[in-house]
Each structure stands twice: as C-alpha cells, then as structure tokens.
C-alpha cells in the first residue's frame, strides 16, 4: 500500500502559508486566523488536491484560496468577528422561524427594510431571507437567480451600503438575514461574462464555450432539461461569444466552470463579500449541479460535495458564525446528502413539503409517514428548513421506490397531482397552473399560491362559507404538521393572511411565461394589519398559524429533536410523537376514527380531549 504522503506535504505548505499571511495580520488577528487554518490545512489541502491536484499551479491555487479567507477575516467587522467565536444558538432554537420575500414585494427597498420591523416582530420571524436583491439584467431574470454583480444592488432597491446598515439594525433588534450565493452560473451580463464574450482568454475559461455542437451533442443527451419550455437543450448560442454556452437553466444563465480553480476561488471571494455585510447565513442556490463531468447527469456528482466543503472550509476561517443552507431540490437521499456539519449545516426539506400536499390531494398519509418516519434524522447539529411553500414551484420529488413499496405507480402518481393541483381533476379544491409542462414525458411542476393550491380561492369564487372554513381548516392543520414536526420553520411572507394567485404578472412581458409569478407578491402590509384587527379568512390564518408558533416556542423543543410516527388507525390521519407532545392530525376530506392516544389533554384548547374522533382537517397537539 502507498504510503499517505499529503499530511507531510501538507504541513510543508502550511509552513509556508504562515510565513506569507502572518505579516498582514496584528497579533491578536493571527492568533484567531492562523489557530482556525491550523485545524483545516490538511483538509483543505487533500480537497483542493482531488479537484486540482493534476494541475501544474495547484500550489497558486492553496495560496489563492488561503490569501481570500484571509481578505475575508480582515475585511470583516469586530461586531462580526466577535459573534464568530462560538457556534450560533438559533440553529438548534425552537424559536427560530424564518420568513422568505423579495425585497422590493415586502418593503421596496433596503433603506426602508427597519420599517418592516414591527411585522417581523409581531409574526415572530427570527431570521428574514432576501431573495436574491443584486444587480441582475433589465428584463428576464429568473426573479433575481440571474446575478450580474453581488457588489450592487438592482438600481431601484437602493444601496449596498443601505442594506448592509438595515442588516446590522436587524441584527441588534432580533432578526437575523439570510442572501443568496448563486452557486451555479452568472448572469450574461456579469463583469466575468462580458469579458469572456469580448474574447478574453483568462475568462472563457469561467465558463463552459463550444466554438461548434460536437462537444454538446455528446454530452446534452445525459442532462435532465430543467425547464422544458426554453426549448433546445442545456447549451445555446450566443452571439457575443460566437460559441454555445452551457447554461442548465436559462440562456441569459451562464454555468460556470469549476474545473477552473480561478473560478472557485472568485466564487469564494463573493461569497466572503455577502457573508460580511452582516447576514446568518447563506443560501447555497443549484448546489448540486456545480461540478460538470461529461457523460454524467451532472447532478449530484461528488465533486460538488468537494467544492462545497472547500467553501465551508473558507468560511470556517474567515465567518465561522455565518451557516450555509443547501438548495438541493433532488431525489430525497440526494438532498440530505449536501446537509451535514462540513457542508451545510441547514436544508430544505422538499419531501416533508410535497408529502403534505400529496395527503391533501389523496386523503392518505403513507408518504408523509415515510418522510418523517425514515427521512427526517440529520447528523448532529445540523436542521431541516420545513415549508408548504416557498417562491419555486413544487416538484413531486418523492422516492420511486417509496412509491412503488406502497403500492403507487410514480409515473402516474406525480400525473395525479398536477392534475389534481392544476384543478383540472374532478372535485379538486385546487387553483394551481402546470409550470414547465414537458410535452414529450408529460412531467410538470405546480405554481400557486399556498390559499389557492388549498381551495381557499375556488371557496371564496363560489362565495361558499363552508368551503371557505374548510380551507381555512386545510392551511391550518398543514401548518400544525410543519411546526409541530421539527425542523426550523419557514414561511413565504404573505402567505400568512393567505393571499390567492396574482395573475396580474401576465401583462408584464418580461414575466409572463412564467407563472411562479403567481404566487411571488403575497405581500400586503394593509392586509396584515386589517388582519390583525378585523375578521375574514386571512385573520383566521393568522391568528392560527401565531397561536401554533406561540405553543411551539412554549413547548421548546429544540427543532433537532426528530417525530416518531405511529399508526392512528386511520389512513387519512397523521400522527407522530415528539418530545413530550403528540400530534394527530385528520389530513382528508373525511372524518376519521383513530386509535386513542397516549396523551390527551390538548395543548391549543387547553382541555382534556376523551375522543377519537377528528373532523376532515381537524388536529390535535396533545400533551
């Protein structure tokens, strides 16, 4: 066996590294810096080694990504610096809740985000995510997934200087904010971008350029197509460039080329930039399709694991404090695997997402026991974002072989759905729009807002008050089960006084072929206030969804401790223990007849509960 020559050849680089760092650096600064690179040069040398090992300036390379962690631990602020030093509490806090907007829907711009401040204090959000705020292209954009400069904000949203003052304000009053990395691709119109289109050498090579179709016709027949209606495959022409361009999503998204280490060390520069204006953590968007690999799927690969722990790793020397949260929207044991202590500490939780509106649509919880049953544990210290829904549309990622040991066809199934949610199934309560609709598979994805997806938008066309309540009810025993289940939750701000789909985005050209615009501008501060104050559909939510939040922070059960399913006897019922509560919780139409259960005193009516008995969307948080 070959004897393990990287911890000498290691340490001989860290000798050297010391010698070149230390002088930029005060004696306290070098103590902090060097202390926390002394217990991650091995490891950061053996992963830039499996990426770029074979190069001939792999030692340029060590050195380029030490010198940013560098950059990033002098730049930063004492305040900062000073809350790095133990790991954040909030990641283990039951009152940790997070609230998802786009800055221009919820407060207009930066320099009037402090004005929100009441609302996030009323709702209790403990953490604020800004989608994505930075400079983009006038026009198409992928709502801000298109980033043209992380140094700028969109001109009509104030300046950088602005949010990075209200982020330190939010801070000092309670609330944390969380932005976006997009991981994956420029925008076309990204200083990189431009230059590599210009013909500059050093920045063709940020990105993936084919002088012909030779090269994509061998590797486009592997890649799944993301969004179907763009038409062709994951390359395009481009005229600037003369050449066709990889770009998974959209053409104006060019991916970027990680087998370049100029690329990840650029990346890892930006990301030093958003983590020191002030935020908690980042969102580490289209994680998995990072690392390209001909041949391949291009998803998932381990190579993408690899980059983002060489990033964790930077962030570990320079921001320990600042947690990284995975986009990972794949096959559940895809997703899970980006969550973990040396990657990302935070994911979202797709499966417990879909699994709950999947027992909507079929009156049956089988899914939803199998992604809180043999789905949800994470390794120490890490938590699942749990949601109904965020600013994407959903996509029915449940297992097939789950699928299939239940009894359920997936093909099939997921055609149910969009049915189903598209309103297009007999007696279906939905209101959503197919998003994406492959022609050729059939496959789609549902848009809508969380109400209408629930049928609180059919209850109030058809003026039924029945229906009204019933969808009332929906909403709120779907939110017991995300805040009762574990996990940090997180809600799309709006959704909490239940707004229906805006179809409005339809007369805007630059939107209307994409119907996720639907439900992105919930938003309504008139709405939230007359709410809080008056009746209607929208207080009833409310004040649901704070009473649960309320007996969620009583109960302080850290979000890390996991349900434990068991059987109700009912297969439209949901029930699972956790900590010192039980939850059961009617997810059908029809009533149902359950097992009786361990405890029995009900914690939101606060009095004994002797039934059996639950009503279509009736739960009970027993204690």
């Avoid at 600064?29 to 002394?38: C, L, P, T």
């Avoid at 900062?80 to 829907?105: A, H, I, N």
């Avoid at 807002?449 to 019933?470: F, K, N, R, V, Y």
Wanted: hydrophobic residues 40%; contains cysteine.
């Amino acid at each position: 066996m070959t004897a393990d020559w990287i911890p000498a050849a290691a340490t001989d680089a860290q000798r050297r590294l010391h010698s070149d760092l230390e002088p930029r650096f005060g004696p306290k600064g070098w103590a902090e810096f060097s202390a926390r690179f002394d217990a991650n040069h091995e490891r950061l040398f053996r992963l830039l080694h499996a990426l770029y090992g074979e190069r001939y300036d792999f030692a340029w390379t060590l050195s380029a990504i030490t010198g940013v962690a560098a950059d990033g631990y002098l730049n930063r602020p004492g305040r900062l610096r000073k809350l790095d030093r133990e790991l954040p509490t909030w990641l283990d806090d039951p009152d940790s809740f997070w609230g998802m907007t786009y800055l221009d829907d919820y407060a207009g711009e930066a320099s009037e985000l402090l004005d929100r401040l009441p609302h996030l204090q009323a709702l209790g959000i403990s953490h604020l995510h800004l989608l994505p705020p930075y400079a983009t292209p006038e026009g198409a954009n992928d709502g801000g997934y298109a980033v043209s400069n992380y140094r700028f904000l969109r001109s009509d949203l104030g300046s950088m200087t602005q949010l990075r003052t209200a982020i330190k304000k939010l801070r000092q009053d309670g609330s944390g904010v969380v932005l976006d990395l997009i991981c994956n691709h420029t925008s076309s119109e990204h200083p990189w971008a431009i230059a590599a289109a210009q013909g500059d050498p050093f920045y063709r090579d940020f990105y993936f350029m084919f002088p012909d179709r030779r090269i994509p016709d061998q590797i486009s027949p592997h890649l799944r197509s993301i969004f179907p209606d763009r038409g062709g495959d994951a390359f395009t022409w481009q005229e600037g460039p003369q050449s066709w361009v990889w770009t998974t999503f959209y053409p104006f998204q060019w991916d970027l080329n990680y087998r370049n280490p100029h690329v990840l060390t650029a990346m890892a520069a930006e990301m030093l930039f958003v983590a020191n204006l002030g935020v908690s953590a980042i969102r580490m968007d289209a994680t998995p399709f990072m690392w390209k690999e001909p041949g391949t799927s291009c998803e998932n690969l381990p190579q993408a694991h690899q980059l983002l722990q060489i990033l964790r790793i930077v962030a570990d020397l320079a921001c320990p404090s600042v947690q990284f949260l995975s986009e990972a929207i794949v096959a559940p044991d895809e997703v899970s695997a980006f969550v973990n202590p040396i990657e990302c500490r935070l994911g979202y939780n797709p499966l417990l997402m879909t699994s709950v509106w999947d027992a909507l649509a079929t009156d049956d919880v089988r899914f939803l026991e199998i992604a809180l049953g043999e789905r949800f544990h994470l390794p120490p210290g890490c938590s699942w974002l749990t949601y109904l829904r965020s600013h994407d549309d959903i996509g029915w990622g449940f297992d097939d072989g789950d699928a299939m040991r239940i009894g359920v066809d997936p093909r099939l199934h997921r055609q149910y759905l969009n049915a189903f949610y598209s309103g297009q199934f007999p007696g279906s309560f939905a209101r959503g729009e197919l998003f994406q609709l492959n022609q050729e598979t059939g496959d789609a994805r549902i848009s809508g807002s969380l109400a209408s997806l629930a049928g609180l938008e059919s209850a109030l066309e058809e003026m039924d008050p029945a229906a009204i309540d019933t969808a009332v009810n929906r909403i709120l025993c779907s939110w017991a089960v995300i805040l009762m289940a574990g996990g940090i939750p997180l809600i799309f701000l709006g959704d909490e006084t239940a707004p229906v789909s805006d179809h409005t985005y339809k007369a805007d050209a630059d939107l209307a072929n994409d119907n996720r615009w639907s439900h992105r501008r919930g938003f309504s501060i008139e709405r939230f206030e007359a709410a809080m104050t008056e009746g209607g559909p929208e207080a009833s939510v409310l004040s649901g969804i704070k009473r649960l939040m309320e007996l969620r922070r009583a109960l302080a059960i850290p979000p890390s401790v996991s349900p434990e399913p068991f059987a109700t006897g009912d297969r439209g019922t949901i029930g699972f223990n956790r900590g010192s509560i039980t939850l059961v919780a009617n997810l059908s139409r029809n009533p149902a007849v359950i097992d009786p259960p361990e405890h029995n005193f009900d914690l939101i009516r606060e009095e004994p509960w002797e039934g059996n008995v639950l009503a279509p969307y009736e739960y009970r948080i027993l204690g």
